[in-house]
């Protein structure tokens, strides 16, 4: 079969493929995302041909029309390989989150492994049991990007046929990134322990994910799963188990139980909460007597989905916004010309507008305009602003419901801890300013990966431990909240 060079740049990478390999499959791997599924509605696949042809057929011209790209470029998603080619890649590597908790421990023997199995990110994270010291540490996208950026996306494709790949290829990632961390460290691991999302659990455990897809949203098999390698197909030892976690609930996964643990929010006598601001917005509020927690549709439009110029916190994105002199003035992610806007500076830019009285209260853009300039070619539109509006007052109303069900207040939290993927560019104030945290700011804190912080302490904790902390747990269903709707369209506004 006759073979063709591919040459990423600016990656400095040169792959060898076949005649007519779609680019899909060969661009995931190197982290180029597929936030659409490959519907080509998105655009978000889309690269620059710098050298070489690259057809594009009549529905790909259709789409590049639709999405206003111009001759150079072509979506990845439809597009195969039939020539030698450069071409220039829109998206880059995501940016590894930070570690910066501290917690005590039991010096155990030998060496383990924590994963987080984000929707978006896999960080895994070899451990030293002796001394808790991390010893190596990869990040990749997660692989199943191909097959939609968002929960849904992926539950439809598990349903529609792709349910063994799924697993395959998740199975497969993790298993590379295990190889590496021991190629560079030879030695025994006594113990893999990988949390995530219930979607995420249900497709690497190779279970059912359909219950999922419909009304009651429910599935009774979210239990710890305990695997071994062989049936992993994973090519090293690991001499106790693999464990994956379990959920609290549908929706409240395995990485909100490491989140909670991470907290330490199931020891305090006050009332702790936590949002995980991540692909799906999480929240929990509790205490050592009793837990609730909930998911809410906030967190695609952190993440990019549905904001016009949106985009995750990787290079090239603006991560914040000041006003300096009366002019905004943008930060931008790998201080490259920006291309578009993460979760961080859309809150930024929409307190700012708000401050200086661009927004009006419904979210209105005063001056009539259907968007505003916010830094070189990056506009925010009135869609974006109401789309933030959807998701701030979803976190909003969560917080509400959630501490009216456990018969507090407010202002009976001690602590709210913000976790996600954007979560350490994020200005607190701004996020107050908006209404999305209805709490003072020196109660804010921000607290990066708390599913992997979780994960690394489940490598020292006992199980009994989290099988407390899921009897005193309970999922809330907040539109089942009667007064839900009233609330969440007031949280929708900017007071
Ligand atoms: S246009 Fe959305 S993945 Fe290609």
Redesign the pocket.
Known sequence: MKKHTISLHPLGKELRVNDQTPLIDVLHEFGVE????????????KVRLLEGDLEISAEQQTKLDLLGLTTDWR???YSMCTGDITLEIEQFKHLILADETEFSFTPAFGYGLAVDLGTTTLVAQLIDLTNAQVMAVESMLNPQVRFGADLISRIQASMDGSAAEMTQIIRSAIGTMISQMLKKHEVQLEEVILVGNAVMQLIFCACDVSPLSAYPFHTSNLGIKILNTTELNWKFQVRDSVKFYPSIGSFVGSDILAGIVATGLHLKEEYTALIDLGTNGEIVIGNRERIVCASTAAGPAFEGANISMGMRAVTGAISSLNQVNGELEATVIGNTPAKGICGSALIDAVAILRKIDKLGMFGEINSGEGDILLTGKVRLTQKDINEFQLAKAAIAAGLTILAKNLSIELSDISKLYIAGGFGNYLNIENVVETGMIELPAEKIVKMGNTALIGAKMFLFTDLKITEEILKKSTLINLEANHDFQDIYVDKMLFL
């Open positions: 597929f936030p659409c599924g490959g519907k080509g509605t998105c655009g978000k696949c979506l990845a998603c």
